[in-house]
């Protein structure tokens, strides 16, 4: 007697691949993405992997804005 494991409807996101997402995102639109133009499913994988969001960003060596600074377009 074992458990069903659903099939997940999404991809898990690696910590690696969080990272080249971000990196692949800033080279697509010359800046570095903020939290609201990224996916949930992305952002959240930022947040379980790396703590926060901005801990994310700095790892992939991305610029960190300060909270309520739009970023430079």
């Known amino acids: ?3 069903l494991r659903r099939k997940r409807k ?3 996101w690696g910590r690696e691949q969080v990272l080249e997402e971000l990196r692949e995102w800033k080279k ?3 800046r570095a993405p903020t939290a609201r133009e990224v ?3 992305l952002l959240s994988a930022a947040v379980r992997h790396f703590g926060s969001w901005a801990r994310a ?3 992939a060596g991305l610029e960190i804005y300060p909270p309520g600074r739009k970023s430079s377009r």
Request: aromatic letters at 14%.
């Open 39 to 41: 996916s949930p499913l």
């Open 10 to 12: 999404y991809r898990r």
């Open 57 to 59: 960003k700095r790892e």
């Open 28 to 30: 697509r639109h010359g």
């Open 1 to 3: 007697m074992g458990f």
